[in-house]
Each structure stands twice: as C-alpha cells, then as structure tokens.
C-alpha cells in the first residue's frame, strides 16, 4: 500500500488493515504484482461507502497528518482508516477525507461485494456520496460505464468499419485483452472533457475517489468481457485541458490532478518493493500462502502451517518466490524557458510506479500528468508535537516525453517510448510549430528574417541574407560511392575595421546551435586545450584556443580570420571542404567531425581597403582557401553621410531613456532560433525539375558571360564550386520557406546572391568584370595577361641586349630599359616574376641583383 | 493599534498570534463562522503594519539586533532580529500548516516553524505556502559597510539582552564556554518577561540546547558555501518569488528560529525511498544556518550603507565640490595621472543602463595598460584599497594560468543536492572586480580554465553570467564593474576603455573618514542620478558623431557608443541632470589625449 502513496510510511507496528486474506476480492491475492495498488484502490473503494453513514464525525475539513503520534486508540483506529484509504493517498490536509473511527474490516467488506459488482451501484437506492465531496458514487460509476462504453473519437466517425462500432476504449481494453500484456489504459482527457465535462471536473478536483471508481468500473468492464482475465488494469490520465506551471503550484492544488512540463534531472534507483511475501519453514520444507505486504511490514508466521510440522519460529523467508514491485522516485524541473528573469529553476519530487519506473532519464523534458500530495515532514518517533512543515511530491498517473532536450540540437534518438506515450504527436510543440507554420506561410517571411537578423545593423541586407542562408544551410548529400557534399554553407566578411562585421558575428554565433565564437588570432583549429600567450613586446595576452571541433553542426565564427596562423588555416582546407579535423597525437591519427559551417571575418592586411587591389592582396589569405567559402562579401564602409548619420542615430536612440526607435515587424530571438532549427531539422528539400533546369541554364549563361564576343581573353565566371554553392544557398532558401521543393525562385535567388558576393569580391578592377579566377587563383585574367605581356617584353629585351654567356646585367639597369620600351608601368617586383619565369624557361640565371644569359 | 502591547523585539510572535487571533475572531463575526481565515492566506492580517510602524516610524529599527556570525549563539531564539545579505539561492516553496482551530480559536503558526500550543489530533487546518531563500553575506562586501550600517550598538541592544549579554557583546567575539554559560544564566534570570507562558517555557530549553550544540559546531566551522562562513535560510510570507530576484541585496528584519527538532536526523531505516523527497532545508541544519522568518523586508542600495544618510539634497554645486576632491585624490592615488584619475572616475560611475539585444549600454570597462608587477603593486594596491574603501562591494582577483585552471568562477546547480553551489561570478549588482593580469603567463588553459575565460570574456561583453544547471545553462544578467591591470592591452578581457597608465609620482595620500564618506556618498548618489536631456542637444551629438566619422573613418559604432556614455558620466558626475555640449567636448578632449598616450 505504501508504494503508492509513497509518503504514507506509518509506524512500523501498526498492524495493517489492508491485509485481508478474507477480501471477498479475487483480485486481490491473485493479482499481478504490479496491480497491488490498485487491488489497494479496490478495497479503498470499499471503504468508502461507510463515510455517509458516519456524517457527524466530519468536523474537521482537514485530516492531521499521519496519526502515528497518537497512540491512542482512536488516533489508531482513525489513522486506520485512513491508511486503508492511502494506497494512493496519504493522509493530508486540505482533501475530503474523513477521519472517523469506523471499525473497517468487516464492514468494508461486507460493502465490497455490492460494490464491485458494478450493477449493484446502480441497483442501491440511496445516492452514496463521497464524505466531503459532491461526488455520488453511483452516478460517477455509471458516469465512467458510459464514457468508456460509449465514448467514439470523432476522429474516426468517418470510418466505416464493423470493428469501429465500438467506443474508442472499448476497443482499446479488448486491445488490452488479446495482448494480454497491456497493464494500463491510456485515457485521453480531453476525450473525458468532449463526452463529460462534469465527469472531467470531478476527476481533476477529487482524483483519488474518480480515479478508484474508473478502476473499479474497468476491472468489472473486463470481467465481463473475459471472466478469466486476471491482470489488473490500471487507469492512466493524460493531456489535461490546462497544465500548472512548476512554481505555480500551490497550496490549493494539493490532492488535484494536475498536468506538469518539466525536465528530469534526477532518477533514484530502482527501489524494489516488495509486495507478497512468501516464507518456507526450514524444519519440513513447506512453503507458506503468500503474505501480503503492508506498508514495508511483513508478518512473519510464527508457526509453521503444515500440520504435521508446526514447528515454531522456523518460517525463512524466501527471496525468489517472493513479489516485487518497482518503484522510483525522480526530480523533476523547471524548464529554461518557464524562469523569470533573475530567478532559479524549481523543483518537485516526482513517485513513479511500476510501468513507469525508468520511462525518463535525467536531461528529458517530459509532461507528467498525476496527483499533487503533500505529507508532513517526519519527526522523530517520540516526538509528540506535530511539525507544522509539509513535504510536496507528485503521485504520477502518466509520463509524456516532450522533446528530447533542447529543440534545435539535432538528435536522431527515438523520442518514442511506447510504454509511456503512445501517442507520437508531440503536444508540447505542437502549437508553436503551428505558429512557425504559419510563420513560413507569410508572403513576406524572407524578407521579415532578413530583418529580424541582427536588427541592430542596416544596410547590408545581402549580406544578411547570406548569413540566413548560412543559418538554415543546404542539404548534406552522401553518395552510396562514399563521395559526400557538405550541405553548410562557408561565409567570409571582408571588410574595413568598423563595419560591424564583429557585432554580425556575434549575433551569428547567438543564433546558431552550438555556435563557437572565436578569434583567429591564435585559434589552433584542432587544439582541444587551449593556451594563453603573451606577445613580448607589447605585453598583450592572447588565448589560443581550439573551435572547429567544438562546433560540429553548428556555425563556427572566426574573427580576425586573416590573423590566424597559417598552420591552422590549412587545417581549415580540410573542415570545410572534407568536414573533418586530423589530430595526430601520440602516434594515433584519429578523424574527427568538424561538420560546420564556417563564418569568418577579416581585416583587410593595410588597415582599410584598398579597392584597387584584388581581395587576394587585401587580405593575406590564401586563394586555396578563399575559393572554398561558398559566399565573399566584401564590406566596405562608404563614407556615405547618410549611413554615418543614420548609425549616430542609432547609437543616440540606445543611449535615450526612454528609445522611440522606429519598430519594425521582426521575429524576436527565441521564434528565430525556433524557426531556424525547425525548418533545419524538419524540412529537407529537393530539387524540382524546373529549378534544376535553370539552375543549368543560369550556369552556363554564368560561363558564357566571361567569353563574351569582342573580347579576346578568356574569364572564367564560374566553375564547379559555385554551382555546388547555388544548390546549397537554394536549398537553405526553399528552407526558409518550410518548403520541400526548391523551385525556380530559390534557384534565381541563389544567384542573385552570388553574384552580388561576387560583384564585391571577385571583380577584377582593372576591367571590371566578374572573374572567378581571382579567387581561385588571386590573379584575375587582365592581370595574368599584364604579366604574360611583360614575360614577352623582358624575354626580348634580354634577347637583344644580352650575349649569351655575355656579361651579368644588373636588374635596376633591365627596369630603366623596360619602363623606356613599354608603355605600361612596371614595377621591380613584377621584373622580377618575369626573369624568374624566364629563369625556369632556362634563359637567364639569377645572382642577386645581377642577371646573366645562359 | 497605538503602541505595541507586546514586546515586539523580544516577543514578535506574540504579536503576531494576538493580532491573528483578534483578526480571526473578527473575520469570524463577519461570515458567520464559516472558514473565517480562510481569507489570511497569502494575506497579512495586520501583524506586518504593526511591525512596520515599529521599525521605520517608531525608530525600532535600531533596537533589533543584527544576525551575523559573531552573535549568531547569542541571540536568543523567536526574537526579532535583522539580516543583511545577498540571496544566494532560492529554494522553491515550503507549505505548511498556517493556521489551525484549537478548541474553538484559530491559531497560526506564521512566522515560526512550530507551534507552542500542540495542534489538536486532527484539526482543521490551512495549508499555507513560504517562500524559501537560502542567503549569504554579500560577496566581496568591504567592511566600510558592516562598520557604519546602522547596526545595534550595545546601548541598543540593551531591549532584548541581558547585563550580562551585554556585557559579553562588548567583549566582542570572543565568545568562549564561560559566555555561553553565564548566556544561559543571563537567560534564566531575565527580566523580560514574555506575555506567553510557553513561549518563555520553549525559549529557555531551545536557550539551552542552543548552547551546548550550537556554539561548538559554529567555531568549528564547517561551511556549506565556500568562501563564506554564514548563511540564513530567511522564510518570506506574502509575496510574489519575482519579487525577490537571485543576487538581490536586501535587509530582511524577522524572526529568528531555532529548532532541533527539525535538525533530529531520521534514525528511521524503512526511509530510503524520501531521500530523494528530502528537502533541501535538511542539508542546512539550523543549528549552523539560521532560521529567520521575515516580517518585513527590502531592497538595499549602496545609499542604505552610507552612514549618515544624506540629509540634503544632491544639488550640482555640492557634487562639483565633492567631484573635485575625489577627483584630486584619485590623481594622488594614481600617481599625479590625471588622465587615469578622469576615466577612472567615469568607470567608477558607470553602470548597466539599458540592454538591448546583445547590445549593453551605460558599462563602461576601464583597461590600465603599462603596468608592470613592481607598479602593480604600488599602485595596484593603493588603488584597490580606495576602491574597497569607496564602494560597498569589491574583489580583486589575481588573474594568473592557475587561478583560471582552478577558480570556480561559474555558479553550478548541483542537482544532487539541489542546491545552486555559488562560484566567483555570483555578484550582486554594482559590484567592482578588479583583475591583476600582470600575473598571467604563457601556458596551457585546461577546459576549465577556457570555461572561465569565456565566462570573463562574456561578462566584460555582454554583462551576462552563464549558470550551469546541468542541463542547461541559464544567463543571469549582472551590472559588475570592471577593471583590468595589465602590461599591454589585454585579449582575454577586452575593455571598452584602454588607458595607458603613466604615472609621474609615488602615491602618498591618506584621505580621513570624513572624505571618504563624502566620497560614498556622492558615488552612491551621483550613480541613481536620473538623466534627460533634451532632444536637441542628442540632434547635435548626432552632428558631432557624423563629423566625427568623417575625419576618422576607423570609429565605429562602440567607440561613439563608448563616447556617448563617457558624457553621460561626465554630465552626471558634476551632478548634472542633462547633458550638455561642454560634456561632450570634455570627453572628446579625454579621448584625444588617450589616442596621443596609446601612439
């Protein structure tokens, strides 16, 4: 009895009222373990019915807590009373229960027989009504036959099936029936509320007695229906009309069914409890009846029953043979999102039973339905005065589990557990996904996200949409040849110091599911520990730490990327290409993810940028690594009144007491983290025919643009690279949209931004045209043939002016002589890349400054 | 109710219950005896207004004694007392019998964790609910604070104790075997004499049993919050928990309990199962964490340490004065750098005005650079003397390789024992941290040592400190000042202000109490001064900022952030209600002699 109403734990001498070999219930010696309780419920029931006849001993609303500290007799009797009610309840204040001295035995049973016979309810003239309560027995009963009878989901009303004709629960205890497995029938409240809404309101306000009769009402159902099924079956409520928040519950709450969100933090242990005791006698062998538990308290027989052996004291118990049922105890609390600001997470003890021992583990985030208890704190054994204090736990009836833990990390664990929740819909997130639905139905929601991005930071809005892209990502495809494509999408931001390319950062790394935010100034790529520096000369401190590993599938955010040392950088060739980071370490090369997208900014090498000089020379990155960045934004700061006007506005407005800044329609920070890790976890979308047709022929008018007619040098605007980027940009687009077919706007916009990135970064100056070669290579076309040019120019001012074998020419002399010769202008250095392509050509050998034909 | 008829600092319950039953009785004529206090739930009944008119319109504030360690068994038990501490953690609700019918009187059991008067087997009774808060003294509190709080002095005291305690409390802390004892005898031979019988009878034999545990355990000192050696677990009635925030500084003024009972450890075996049910409260055994129940309560700010609170009015003039002085003394201090003493009294007057997003405005972060160990400490030491003595919070911390590896700076929920096991960075707000980053070396960070620098990193940027509850971590917002020392400009703790330190004397400087508490004072007052300036005058700064990114194109949006809120300081600091343009080019000026020093 004490396993469900887990804080009841009376004194150990009491003896107990609930062992009664006699119960004219065949339930009850018979019944499965687990189905002690509700055997337990079974004769509570039976008590019940002499309250009415005791009215006047009611005075007193609120039982006192446990009676162990009154000895006497009637404190005893009193306390029996109730401890045969507590198989689920324990005593507390606050419920209808009564507290009269009934003699019970006899008289409980003597009323289970009517009782239990389910049309004896009925057949009783007089309305029984629970003390306290206004819940008549009877008509609750036939309340609880008609629901479970007659109750038909509406859902199905449209389905003609023979087998449908019965109600919904009628199938689901046949169901139970056939299995003969099923321990418990799930019962949808809300199904309650739609047949019985007085029935639900009585269920909620007084549990513990509706919850007895439904048990009793669905034991006799199965009787009927199969005389010989002798498993229990136990009532589970869920999906209450409204749930308490944790720290609202109160005082008033207590002994109500109430319906808690919550995550797990921690499980006790398996207590196993034991149920029925069986004791052999060592002298004869014989093996006793089974000896019901009450309460952690077995009677041992003290003499043996065999007849011929009566022995004395020699009963053993004996382990096997005995019945156990489980039993836990879990910490429930309160979810992130439920604390108020500046305050702490709240917690309830939560007492699970049978089935649902070990349906949670610590870090779920679970929904539990059951019956708030209060018990009084314990005082010593001898203490006489009553402690004031009361211990709060839940009596769990159902457990759900909402969401794994937090909704955007991406977990393929089966959230399923069919003993708790048969239901696979998910309540809790059913709403807001619907909000985010409807969200991604709006016409305007890419540009709404594009300005909920960072909504502190103008202009830019490319760029922003961009990072969206980066945010929600495309699709990782893996070949069955083992060839995989990375489905993230690689970002830098170039740019003058000063254009919130830190704050876009920043707020990136906010945004994105386990986001590391690093500088690259001493980021080792791979580095597990992390190692502080200090520069001598200037006496600054540096932290190096290691990041890419940190953020698989996230965003991994390097600022101050052209800072990073070389030997990371190439680590980097490897994480965003491959998606992997070697560490070599101890002789052991091992492979670790690193599937993240990369978000890097960096300074341009001379303070600002200078736009006559290539994104290569600017910063000083290799294009190796340049042309795997899916997007290159270039962000220079314009010196544009209007924009340096429009930011001292803002700075002013933050500093304003009271900010009147101009609100625009955004998606506050949590809806678009939601948002983001819904549309990345739920929506994979594919290539529609018509978007992969102009996708093609946006690609090839791409190529074609860079041989265009009338021009004699060959620029390559496109290459493979970039059609992998637009079929990830617009499948991160058609994401944005919950839409699982990328169509031919996706693809179109896909291009606009690239091309937009690449108008910035890739537009070689001199002529200014889109080259893709300068990323890929950092020399754009104009430059390269400059340099072919020069190659010609030098070859044949060599050949003129030099004899082979002749005297060495100093390279100062050779520039004066070129700059004569040829119009353009030329440079040391660029003599210099000429003579050394002339020197693998085998036509001049280099000393020093002097150059000599060979 | 025209003056109190109990003894409010020696009886408080008294009060209370006779207050509670007179309400009863009146509640009771008024439905016709039908749940009459069922009303009193959540509710207060009369027993608070009697004891607020006491405390702040009587002046009885001062003669409620002050709980601390030192005279922790020395108060007596259902006395009133006072607590002054940070709100360490919260831990939830307790229900508990709040009122119950003896015979035909209700009674309460409010304000104290049991009741004189057996409760009747069974009973009618309420179930009424408390909020819990397990509290500290405040982190990093300088003793200024402790000193000139007005706390009891022995004079004061004399309403609650006896000669002989009074004795005792002038002989200080020194509490030996023979104070306890002649404490007990001081208890027998009282002459207050409590209006309630059982009271006086409980009082004595919880004095008792007081004594001969309780005052060993406490010297022995074994503390549940590192760092700290006291805490109180303080019972509060009547509110909404948000009303209360985590790291809230507050003054709780209650009852102070003491019950053995509920220390009695359950010998019982068949209990396993309620260890997890087991409340928290279990591990803070009273007889080492103090019960108080709070009457009355409220919200400190650094005004409520000053002293002598002002009496007059913060006019400009007299802060310009007050400015000046402090600002002379802060050049001394600094070594005749009077560039350092102007940002350093900006920072000092800084704090968190507005958050928006990711984005905190009124912080301002101050970066000393050139400083060495030796300057450090001659400098660093002088300073964080004048900052201890200036403000009522403060903590230096050393900022080395191993401090980092082994600093619990994070506060962590310890899930096993569910209670928040505080760390370094659980601050109250407007506290001051200065870090010595001359100590940091080269070397190798362990994991936890990159957590707290992220978690350093964090607080300098977003003012937010991360919590771990395991699961999850929970961002607690902070107003924390901070200041770093260190050789050249630090990465691990990025300022909003660098300043290149240069200092051209020794400092030689003692200031007398008198200014120091002008000093406080005028932190204190200038720091709530509210501000409104007139749309124009931000018309023109916006002009000044556009001109300003003309010529300079290298300031972006936190430098003029930064600047705006150095002028803001500045026009508060001479106690200036608007910003005007003269604060402006002041900070400009400021500003242009740092960017000459960091060249």
Not at chain 1, 585 to 606: D, H, Q
Not at chain 1, 811 to 830: A, F, G
Not at chain 2, 559 to 582: K, V
């Amino acid at each position: 009895m004490a396993s469900r109403g887990g804080g009841n734990s009376p004194p150990p001498s009491v003896s107990s009222p609930d062992v009664r070999p006699s119960s004219p219930l065949p339930a009850t010696n018979s019944s499965p373990p687990q189905s002690g309780r509700r055997a337990g419920g079974r004769r509570r029931r039976g008590s019940a019915s002499p309250y009415p006849s005791s009215p006047s001993l009611g005075g007193f609303e609120t039982p006192p807590p446990p009676g162990r500290c009154t000895p006497s007799g009637a404190g005893a009797a009193s306390r029996q009373q109730r401890q045969n009610w507590t198989g689920r309840f324990p005593p507390t204040p606050s419920t209808p229960m009564s507290t009269d001295d009934v003699p019970l035995s006899s008289e409980a049973g003597d009323e289970d027989t009517p009782e239990t016979d389910g049309a004896g309810a009925g057949a009783d003239a007089t309305p029984v009504f629970v003390w306290g309560t206004n819940i008549s027995v009877q008509d609750v009963n036939a309340a609880i036959l008609r629901f479970l009878r007659h109750f038909r989901d509406p859902r199905d009303a449209g389905r003609v099936d023979p087998v449908m004709d019965e109600g919904k629960y009628m199938r689901a205890i046949h169901r139970i029936l056939e299995l003969e497995g099923g321990e418990s029938l799930d019962v949808d409240a809300h199904d309650v509320f739609d047949h019985d809404p007085d029935l639900y309101g009585k269920m909620v306000r007084y549990p513990l007695e509706v919850l007895a009769i439904f048990d009793i009402v669905l034991m006799d159902l199965v009787a009927r229906i199969e005389p010989l099924f002798e498993k229990h079956i136990q009532t589970r409520i869920y999906n209450l009309k409204s749930s308490v928040c944790l720290r609202n519950l109160n005082p008033s709450d207590i002994e109500k069914m109430v319906s808690i969100k919550g995550m797990i933090i921690r499980c006790s242990s398996v207590i196993p409890e034991l149920k029925e005791a069986v004791f052999r006698c060592l002298v004869c062998g014989f093996y006793s009846e089974p000896v019901m538990v009450d309460r952690g308290r077995v009677t041992e027989p003290h003499i043996c029953q065999k007849e011929q052996c009566k022995a004395t004291n020699s009963m053993t118990l004996v382990h096997n043979r005995c019945r156990f049922a489980d039993k836990q105890i879990i910490k429930l609390q309160e979810t992130p999102d439920e604390i108020p600001e500046g305050g702490t997470p709240h917690t309830v003890s939560v007492l699970m039973h049978d089935k649902l021992v070990d349906a949670g583990k610590p870090g779920d985030r679970v929904e539990i339905t059951g019956i708030y208890r209060a018990m009084s704190i314990r005082v010593g054994p001898t203490q006489r005065t009553v402690k004031s204090i009361f211990k709060t736990y839940i009596d769990c009836l159902h457990i759900k589990k909402t969401d794994k833990s937090r909704l955007h990390v991406e977990d393929s664990m089966d959230i399923d557990n069919p003993n708790a929740n048969k239901t696979t819909e998910d309540d809790f997130l059913r709403d807001k996904v619907e909000k985010l639905k409807e969200l991604s139905k709006l016409p305007d929601i890419y540009d709404r996200l594009t300005r909920s991005l960072a909504p502190n930071i103008w202009e830019l809005d490319d760029v922003k949409r961009g990072l969206l892209c980066q945010l929600f990502g495309g699709n990782p495809l893996r070949l069955p040849s083992g060839a995989s494509f990375r489905g993230d999408i690689n970002i830098l931001l170039v740019g003058d110091p000063g254009t919130s390319k830190s704050q876009l950062l920043q707020y990136m790394h906010k945004l994105s599911p386990r986001g590391i935010y690093t500088s690259g100034r001493g980021s080792s790529a791979v580095g597990l520990t992390a190692y502080v520096t200090k520069d001598p000369e200037t006496g600054e401190t540096v932290l190096e730490s290691g990041a890419l590993v940190l953020s698989d599938k996230g965003v991994c955010c390097i600022d101050e990327f052209d800072k990073m040392s070389d030997n990371a950088r190439s680590m980097l060739h490897e994480v965003m290409e491959q998606q992997t980071v070697s560490i070599a370490k101890a002789g052991i090369i091992a492979s670790l993810n690193a599937r993240t997208s990369v978000l890097a900014c960096a300074n341009p090498t001379e303070s600002r940028y200078n736009p006559r000089l290539s994104v290569i020379d600017n910063i000083h990155l290799p294009p190796t690594l340049l042309s795997r960045f899916d997007l290159i934004y270039l962000i220079l700061d314009k010196a544009d009144e209007q924009t340096d006007r429009r930011l001292a506005k803002h700075i002013v407005s933050l500093h304003f007491e009271n900010p009147n800044i101009e609100e625009i329609e955004v998606l506050d920070l949590p809806t678009l983290v939601a948002y983001i890790s819904y549309a990345r976890k739920h929506i994979q979308p594919l290539l529609s025919d018509e978007a992969a047709e102009e996708l093609t022929r946006g690609y090839v008018e791409m190529r074609k643009r860079g041989n265009s007619p009338g021009s004699r040098k060959k620029v390559i605007t496109a290459t493979a690279r970039q059609i992998e980027s637009l079929i990830r940009l617009s499948e991160a687009l058609a994401r944005m949209r919950f839409s699982e077919v990328v169509e031919v706007r996706d693809v179109v916009e896909a291009f606009r931004l690239l091309e937009v990135a690449m108008q910035q970064s890739a537009t070689d100056h001199a002529t200014g045209t889109i080259d893709m070669d300068l990323i890929m290579t950092g020399i754009s076309a104009s430059e390269r043939q400059r340099r072919d040019n020069l190659v010609a120019a030098t070859r044949n001012l060599v050949m003129e002016k030099m004899q082979l074998g002749g005297p060495s020419v100093r390279m100062i002399e050779l520039l004066e002589e070129l700059r004569k010769q040829s119009s353009m202008e030329v440079h040391l250095h660029d003599l210099r890349s000429a003579l050394s392509t002339l020197t693998t050509e085998g036509a001049v050998v280099i000393h020093g400054d002097s150059v000599k034909r060979v | 109710m025209v003056g109190p008829q109990y003894d409010l600092v020696g009886n408080p319950l008294g009060a209370v219950r006779a207050t509670f039953e007179r309400a009863a009785v009146a509640a009771a004529a008024e439905s016709g005896g039908h749940e009459p206090v069922a009303a009193f739930r959540g509710k207060d009944w009369g027993a608070g207004e009697v004891f607020r008119s006491f405390l702040f319109e009587q002046g009885g504030l001062d003669k409620v004694p002050v709980l601390d360690e030192s005279n922790l068994g020395l108060i007596k038990p259902n006395t009133l007392v006072r607590f002054r501490g940070m709100v360490q953690d919260m831990l939830g609700n307790e229900f508990y019998v709040g009122a119950f019918k003896d015979g035909s009187t209700w009674r309460t059991n409010k304000f104290s964790d049991s009741s004189p008067f057996s409760m009747p087997h069974p009973c009618d009774s309420h179930l009424w609910e408390r909020h819990l808060f397990h509290c500290v003294p405040v982190p990093g509190q300088n003793s200024w604070t402790r000193e000139s709080s007005p706390g009891p002095d022995v004079r004061r005291m004399s309403s609650c104790l006896t000669p002989e305690q009074r004795e005792k409390r002038k002989r200080g802390a020194d509490n030996d075997a023979m104070d306890v004892s002649e404490n007990g005898n001081g208890e027998a031979s009282s002459s207050k004499k409590p209006k309630d019988d059982d009271v006086q009878i409980s009082n004595s034999s919880l004095e008792m049993s007081m004594n001969e545990e309780h005052v060993p355990e406490i010297n022995g000192g074994d503390h549940h919050i590192p760092g700290s050696s006291f805490s109180c677990l303080v019972k509060v009635y009547d509110m909404a928990e948000s009303q209360v925030k985590l790291n809230d500084v507050a003054e709780f003024i209650g009852v102070y309990t003491f019950d053995p009972e509920l220390a009695a450890p359950s010998d019982n075996s068949d209990d396993i199962m309620f260890d997890l049910i087991e409340d928290v409260t279990a591990q803070l055994p009273p007889s080492k964490v103090p019960r108080l129940h709070c009457l009355v309560w409220r919200n400190l700010s650094a005004h409520d340490f000053l002293s002598r609170p002002p009496s007059v009015e913060p006019s400009p003039i007299l802060l310009k004065g007050i400015r000046q002085s402090l600002l002379s003394h802060l050049t001394l201090v600094l070594g005749k750098d009077e560039l350092a003493a102007q940002c350093l009294l900006l920072h000092l007057l800084s704090r968190l005005r507005n958050k928006v997003d990711v984005v905190t405005v009124g912080r301002l972060s101050l970066n000393f650079i050139g400083f060495n160990r030796e300057s450090v400490s001659i400098f660093g030491n002088q300073l964080n003397n004048l900052i201890q003595r200036l403000l009522p919070y403060s903590q230096a911390i050393p900022l080395s390789i191993e401090y980092l590896n082994t600093a619990t700076l994070q506060p962590r929920k310890d899930n096993h024992s569910g209670r928040l096991v505080t760390g370094v960075l659980q601050l109250p707000q407007g506290t001051h941290l200065t870090f010595d980053e001359t100590l940091l070396q080269s070397g190798s960070l362990t994991s936890k040592g990159v957590e707290n620098t992220m978690l350093l990193k964090n607080l300098m940027e977003s003012q937010t400190v991360e919590y771990d509850f395991e699961f999850y971590k929970l961002e607690m917002a902070t107003d924390v000042q901070l200041l770093t020392l260190s050789e050249g400009k630090s990465n691990i703790l990025p300022s909003d202000l660098i300043v290149p330190f240069r200092p051209s004397s020794v400092p030689a400087v003692n200031a007398n109490s008198e200014e120091l508490e002008s000093w406080r004072w005028y932190l204190a007052t200038v720091k709530s001064l509210s501000q409104s300036t007139e749309t124009e005058t931000y018309q023109i700064i916006q002009d000044e900022m556009v001109s300003a990114m003309q010529d300079d194109r290298s300031l972006g949006c936190s430098e003029l952030s930064r600047w705006l809120t150095m002028a803001q300081i500045m026009a508060a600091s001479f106690g200036e209600n608007s910003l005007n343009m003269n604060h402006w080019q002041m900070v400009k000026e400021l500003e242009r002699l740092r960017k000459e020093r960091l060249q």
